[in-house]
């Protein structure tokens, strides 16, 4: 998928300005790109439709490049399909809430039955009393593996047999619950390979019977392209409230997540990421845009560099740069944001479009920060403020490569680079005139 959206990202490399017709191209390979994430047609459609209209409307925005516009506009769409943003659990006004697990066999029903519990029970303050109902009356098995899990997480399961009727061990289940002042009730259900009218039957009447706050469809993240119709059925047949996507720790592009909100109008409100009880998170559309584009996490490095460089050390930045005394400080205050951004290959690996960078030249790039920062540490204050002092005088350049350990020909280097970074970045705010690089004197 990655390549797909990279070529497609590409083929806008030199263009000024979205166009109808420059983005045919690009808009066909996502369109491919998004069906091999094994997102529906129908939802395809819908999307590159919405896209291209809106991309074409965009016209320029300074310092944008178009591939950029058009990541951003495909990103926002994908985040925007999935519902914008976390949806939260539900919970009864009084009396007990009453979770409903439907979907197919193996698709981790019970292993969420038993998640969820110790995930409202860790929650912050109240952490939520749970009890669980094993409902899954057709393989004796499926009892003894809710009861196990129970006593994993230390929540009580209510577990009756299996030559009873679901409907009639959810009845006695919730009864118990409320006997036991119990905050939240999960029952598990039994599925089948395929959708069949017995099960839809029997689901109905414990729906009935139980009068659930949340009924959640449990899809396994491989499902393909089924997953459309299988939401489509259960939400009509039962009327479901959400879902809850599992197995995201495997290799799946996530397509499925795509389609649940778009066919059901349901949110995704909660991911299952592997076989451990822990394992069990809310649902971000924006992480999940990322991992459909296969661009890394843009949002979460967005989010760490403004940690990084709060929002003042940002203005008084861009005023030193406008006024050109952009100095050895700002250029080390720089730097070492840039270092505490993790590691470097963590840093260029989440910005869209970098591709594969080698660890060598990851090792390089830090090598260099260092041998940067050796130098600015041995100049004088006055020299930091004023790096013309350094670029006139011989003299001093000489002094901060021998107390530094380095060579005349490195703090040469390093003088330039501030010069060269005043005029990058002066140009990279659109203030016309830009500086000069001085010629350093001999
Ligand atoms: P059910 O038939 O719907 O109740 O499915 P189960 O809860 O019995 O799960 C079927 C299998 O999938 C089990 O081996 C689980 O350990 C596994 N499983 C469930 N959720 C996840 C998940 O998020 N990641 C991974 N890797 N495996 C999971
Ligand atoms: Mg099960």
Do not use: H
């Not at 390979?29 to 994430?37: K, S, T, V, Y």
């Not at 060269?420 to 005139?433: A, H, T, W």
């Amino acid at each position: 998928l990655t390549t797909g959206l990279e070529s497609a990202w590409n083929k806008l490399k030199g263009e000024e300005v979205l166009t109808k017709e420059n983005i045919v191209e690009p808009m066909r390979d996502i369109r491919r790109a998004l069906l091999e994430a094994d997102v529906s047609l129908p939802v395809v459609r819908r999307f590159v439709q919405d896209v291209s209209e809106q991309a074409v409307g965009v016209g320029v925005i300074r310092g944008v490049r178009p591939d950029q516009q058009l990541v951003k506009i495909v990103s926002d769409e994908l985040v925007k399909l999935m519902g914008g943003e976390v949806s939260q659990l539900t919970f009864a006004k009084s009396g007990p809430t009453v979770i409903l697990l439907a979907g197919l066999q193996g698709v981790g029903k019970t292993t969420v039955s038993a998640k969820l519990a110790l995930y409202l029970k860790k929650q912050a303050s109240p952490g939520k009393s749970c009890m669980l109902i094993a409902g899954d009356v057709y393989r004796p098995a499926a009892i003894d593996q809710l009861v196990i899990l129970g006593k994993q997480v230390d929540v009580p399961v209510y577990a009756v047999g299996t030559d009873i009727k679901p409907a009639e061990i959810a009845r006695q289940g919730l009864q118990e619950a409320k006997k036991k002042n119990v905050d939240v009730v999960i029952m598990d259900t039994a599925g089948r390979l395929q959708i069949d009218k017995t099960m839809m039957e029997e689901l109905k009447d414990v729906k009935r019977t139980l009068n659930p706050t949340e009924v959640l469809l449990v899809v396994d993240a491989m499902t393909g392209q089924e997953a459309a119709a299988l939401v489509t059925t259960f939400n009509v047949e039962i009327g479901i409230t959400g879902a809850i996507l599992t197995k995201l720790d495997g290799d799946s592009r996530g397509g499925a997540a795509l389609s649940v909100k778009e066919v059901s109008g349901k949110p995704i409100k909660l991911v299952g990421r592997g076989e451990r009880m822990e394992d069990l998170e809310p649902f971000y559309p924006d992480r999940m845009a990322g991992r459909i584009l296969g661009m890394g996490d843009v949002l979460s490095f967005v989010e760490k560099a403004q940690e990084v460089m709060r929002q003042e050390d940002a203005e008084d930045l861009q005023k030193k740069i406008m006024s050109a005394k952009f100095d050895f400080n700002d250029f080390l205050k720089q730097t070492r944001a840039v270092a505490r951004m993790g590691s470097m290959s963590r840093v260029l690996g989440m910005i869209p479009g970098m591709g594969k960078v080698t660890p060598a030249q990851i090792r390089e790039a830090e090598k260099s920060l260092l041998i940067m920062e050796a130098m600015i540490e041995v100049m004088t204050p006055e020299e930091r403020e004023k790096p013309e002092l350094l670029a006139e005088s011989p003299a001093r350049r000489k002094r901060v490569a021998q107390e530094s350990g380095k060579t005349e020909q490195q703090v040469s280097q390093l003088v330039a680079q501030l010069f060269q970074m005043r005029v990058r970045m002066k140009n990279l705010l659109g203030v016309m005139e830009g500086g000069s690089v001085p010629a350093l004197s001999n």
